[in-house]
């Protein structure tokens, strides 16, 4: 992945301590900025400081199509030459690609889905939203809570309490009176 270098303010890096917490540094939230922006820029910003007579000190006002080349020279997008991102591959989920059938859990699937790691893929999402469609909505409730907060790739049925058979206690004193006497 490449990797970019910022200078920023004082104020700034303040604001951007602020937004991290455990598991989500720095470059996660300036990646998440960049990703939720990206959808509505189709030109680039106007770089620009007006002079007190009103002209135009510097401009960049140059428009660009999404299929502008980016750092690597790769088209955005990828190397199949697609325009635009998969819509399933972002950390935010739009209301159009929840089911209907999983409204009741929506928000834990778009948190899930935020913090997942692995690929994100219109693959990956049927995957998910097939296995939850199986379970109760008690069940998918507590499978989305675990897997958002483990950032697991995948979701994974909750085991049953008392999944796991508990070793019983020796009974050392009925022990001790089974033994022969010396």
């Not at 007579?53 to 750092?71: A, H, M, Q, W, Y």
Request: with cysteine; charged share 30%.
């Amino acid at each position: 992945m490449p990797s970019v270098s910022l200078r920023l303010t004082d104020s700034q890096v303040s604001w951007l301590d602020a937004q991290t917490r455990q598991f989500r540094n720095r470059s996660d939230v300036v990646r998440d900025l960049i990703d939720s922006q990206m959808g509505n820029l189709d030109t680039s910003g106007t770089l620009i400081k007006p002079s007190p007579e009103g002209e135009k000190v510097l401009s960049l006002d140059i428009p660009t199509t999404r299929e502008s080349l980016i750092s690597n020279n790769n088209p955005i997008g990828g190397s199949k030459g697609e325009t635009e991102k998969d819509a399933y591959a972002k950390k935010t989920l739009g209301d159009e690609l929840i089911p209907n059938d999983l409204l009741d859990c929506d928000q834990l699937l778009r948190e899930f889905w935020s913090v997942k790691k692995g690929v994100r893929s219109e693959r990956v999402f049927h995957r998910v939203t097939n296995k939850l469609r199986e379970w109760s909505p008690a069940v998918r409730r507590s499978a989305l809570e675990a897997a958002a907060n483990a950032g697991w790739p995948d979701i994974y049925e909750p085991r049953q309490a008392g999944g796991r058979q508990q070793q019983q206690g020796t009974d050392w004193d009925a022990l001790e009176k089974s033994l022969p006497q010396f």
